[in-house]
């Protein structure tokens, strides 16, 4: 994400103190607080119903905020009708309209803003250039493939110039390969053409590949917003740790805390050091994460060169092609996650006696996980 | 791709075909009781109503002979002796046989008057005439023998098919001489009727969209719940008879009826407005009977256009009333057109409404067919009239058929 912050950070969209409830007894939006960049590609990430979607209906205009205001380049929004916000939206099922042809649908938000035909016409040959798509203007949407009804989705919410557009999981219809293909067009259009983009998906493949910043949601809460790899790497809670990525979990108790680190006793027994990130020093209950590349296994007889050691036993071995995982019980987690580099041998066998391995700075000491 | 027939096996097309035919074979087997069911309610009577209306069997049957005789008649002039002779002798059996009266009523259609005419010389003939004397015979019992007209209505009454019966549901004859040409004034009434079934086929329809609409729509975006229970509101005219719908509008709009009388209790009017036995009455009764049949293939359409169309349209700039206009009420073009077509067709058809709140001016095609098939037993100009409704029916149904599904390129993307 080298070089992937956009420069000017001045703010597009706010929300101020912003709450949602449908039935007047349970949020789906708690007391957002956010901040749009102009010209950022911001995702808004999260399970369903952790209040991502009604975040960005609010932003559209089809859903109204119970409380708070939305401010939209420096004016407040809250009671403005959606035709009047000129925000572009790319909707879940692309939502072309059927009767119309490809050139109808892309020249209709120019007709109802009643553009000169000329422009019109110049600015949707544009726009049908843009997604490569000339020769099949005049089919109608039903006669083209998933990933063209796509592309002209997307066109239809630029062609009229917004300078911000919302996108409701616009690629959960696609196969995976398709997918990963208009991950990279719709980010190569973010780049051309400087636009704001608020992106809604609950992939967070998709979501690490094409964003600038990331905003987790959970439970109507943003858990984290940050860069990839920043979220990746350094997650501030469990919730999140968990949702982005493969993540071990060991539970424990906070025994000491000194010198910016700190040692847990296992639950399983044991003890560890680990990075506090969330916890309330001496005493108190934590999760620690552990990504699964970040630990080193260790046959019988060999000694770890990391100071965090703990003794496991291989349930199985996963072959992926690029890499493998080996899934060990360890520390009482029995889906306990190791990714061998490529080339190692699995010569495990089930059963076998390991040990597992990792630096206390892999290791975050987050908050401890709600039991269900 | 292998070949997967070797020698000696049966061929792969013909083993597909078998496999096929059990298919097919097992799908019939499925509606061949409905099949049968149509065939024999449904087909086979219309068939035998659109037979009947070309259908010409009495003057062949009752007068063989005269219709023989005048095989060979150009009907420039009067026909030969041996036609009066014919005539003469078939009279004589079938007053015997007391069959004159069947081609007499037949004939009666055809002219005014010749029931009496063809009565009067079968009761008068009591001999055999003299060989070469039928002619002078005939025309001393009436002179109306004298004439080309009534050897013409014969002549064209031969069968065994004709053309009358329908020309007749269309206010059309055919002259002496076989040309067509409209009926006299004083008989012609069924191009009216058909105009005036038309017409309020058409009112019905119109005033059925205007009010089903809205309700469609209403019920299409509301909540399922409240949807639930609105759409029993729309299906209850179901659960109860036509009949007593009917007469329950009667109660309503009858000058002392409930409408009336409210209307002059908060002193709107003074003299009790005529709502009833009168177009008003056969139009709110017609509406109210057919608005379901309106509502329901609008309604189901209408469920069927996801709201993210008008969030798009929204999104785009659209302010509510152009959104409405371009992009979701052509959407809804099919089921108007459903809709329409059939409320239009079961209006068209409608008998006991009109007939129970209509008054003499507002009866419509139903009625007449209804009058020809149980009072005078005309079934000939019976079926006519039916087989016209029915082809201007078929006639809407291929309209509609090319107007709604000629560009069927909408595609699937309703989900």
Not at chain 1, 227 to 236: F, K, S, T, W
Not at chain 2, 85 to 110: F, I, M, P, S
Not at chain 2, 230 to 250: D, E, G, K, N, Q
Request: with cysteine; net charge neutral.
């Amino acid at each position: 994400m080298d070089g992937g912050i956009p420069v000017a950070t001045d703010t597009l969209v706010r929300f101020a103190g912003v709450q949602k409830t449908y039935d007047g007894e349970h949020l789906v939006v708690r007391n957002l607080d956010l901040d749009i960049r102009r010209g950022e590609f911001l995702t808004l990430l999260g399970p369903s119903g952790s209040g991502k979607t009604t975040t960005l209906m609010m932003l559209a205009g089809f859903e109204v905020p119970t409380e708070g205001e939305i401010i939209l380049d420096g004016r407040p929004i809250k009671d403005m009708p959606p035709h009047r916000r000129g925000i572009g939206m790319v909707f879940q099922n692309y939502a072309l309209f059927p009767h119309m042809t490809v050139e109808e649908n892309l020249a209709f938000p120019l007709s109802v803003r009643k553009l000169p035909k000329a422009e019109i016409r110049e600015r949707v040959a544009a726009a049908l250039a843009m997604i490569k798509l000339e020769p099949l203007a005049r089919r109608r949407p039903g006669q083209l493939s998933g990933g063209q009804q796509q592309r002209v989705a997307l066109a239809r919410a630029l062609v009229f110039n917004p300078q911000l557009v919302l996108m409701d999981e616009p690629l959960g219809a696609l196969d995976k390969r398709l997918r990963e293909h208009m991950q990279l067009e719709i980010k190569h259009i973010h780049e051309s053409t400087g636009i704001t983009v608020v992106y809604v998906t609950h992939d967070q493949g998709e979501a690490l590949t094409m964003s600038d910043r990331i905003a987790v949601f959970n439970d109507g809460v943003i858990q984290q917003i940050d860069r990839p790899d920043e979220l990746y790497e350094r997650p501030v809670n469990s919730f999140v740790a968990n949702f982005i990525g493969e993540n071990n979990v060991l539970s424990g108790t906070v025994e000491a805390a000194g010198e910016g680190l700190c040692t847990v006793r296992l639950d399983a027994g044991g003890a560890v050091t680990a990075l506090p990130v969330a916890v309330n020093g001496r005493g108190a209950r934590t999760a620690l994460s552990v990504r699964p590349e970040r630990v080193r296994l260790y046959r019988e007889g060999e000694t770890p060169a990391e100071p965090n050691a703990l003794p496991a036993t291989v349930l199985d071995t996963i072959y992926l092609g690029d890499h493998s995982l080996a899934v060990l019980e360890a520390a009482g987690n029995p889906e306990f996650m190791v990714k061998l580099p490529p080339g190692v041998r699995l010569d495990l066998r089930h059963g076998q006696p390991v040990t597992v391995a990792f630096r206390p700075e892999d290791c975050r000491a987050l908050d401890p996980i709600r039991q269900p | 791709m292998t070949a997967i027939a070797d020698a000696g096996e049966v061929p792969l097309a013909l083993r597909l075909r078998r496999a096929e035919r059990m298919r097919r074979m097992k799908a019939l087997a499925l509606v061949v009781p409905l099949l049968l069911f149509l065939l024999f309610t449904f087909l086979v009577p219309i068939a035998g109503m659109l037979w009947r209306s070309v259908d010409d069997w009495e003057v062949a049957q009752v007068l063989p002979r005269t219709v023989a005789a005048l095989g060979a008649w150009d009907g420039r002039d009067l026909p030969g002796e041996d036609a009066y002779a014919a005539l003469a002798a078939d009279l004589r059996q079938a007053y015997a046989e007391r069959t004159v009266a069947v081609a007499a009523k037949r004939l009666n259609y055809a002219v005014n008057g010749f029931r009496t005419l063809l009565m009067s010389t079968a009761r008068a003939i009591r001999d055999v005439p003299e060989p070469g004397a039928a002619r002078a015979t005939l025309a001393a019992i009436d002179p109306a023998w004298e004439r080309r007209e009534t050897w013409a209505a014969i002549h064209g009454a031969r069968g065994p098919v004709t053309d009358f019966y329908l020309l007749a549901a269309l206010d059309l004859r055919r002259d002496a001489d076989g040309a067509v040409i409209g009926a006299p004034a004083d008989q012609s009434i069924y191009r009216s009727v058909f105009a005036r079934t038309f017409g309020i086929g058409l009112g019905v329809t119109a005033l059925c969209l205007l009010l089903g609409f809205p309700v469609a729509y209403l019920l299409a975006t509301l909540p399922a719940r409240t949807s639930n229970l609105l759409m029993i509101f729309v299906l209850l005219p179901f659960w109860t008879s036509l009949l007593v719908r009917t007469c329950a509008w009667i109660v309503l709009l009858q000058s002392q009826g409930l409408v009336n009388d409210a209307l002059r209790w908060t002193g709107a009017i003074d003299d009790p407005l005529r709502l009833i036995y009168n177009r008003t009455g056969v139009f709110i009764a017609m509406t109210h009977v057919l608005l379901p049949f309106m509502i329901l293939p609008l309604y189901s359409v209408m469920k069927a256009i996801p709201p993210a169309y008008m969030r798009a349209a929204a999104s785009l700039g659209a302010p509510p009333a152009v959104a409405f206009v371009r992009v979701y009420l052509p959407q809804t073009v099919p089921g108007v057109g459903a809709g329409c077509l059939l409320v239009f067709i079961l209006a068209i058809g409608y008998y006991i409404t009109p007939a129970l709140v209509g008054g003499a001016g507002d009866q419509m095609i139903s009625y007449f067919i209804a009058f020809y098939t149980t009072e005078t037993v005309n079934w000939g100009l019976a079926s006519a009239l039916g087989a016209v409704l029915l082809a201007a029916t078929l006639l809407l149904a291929v309209v509609y058929g090319r107007l709604v599904h000629g560009p069927s390129t909408t595609g699937g993307l309703k989900t």
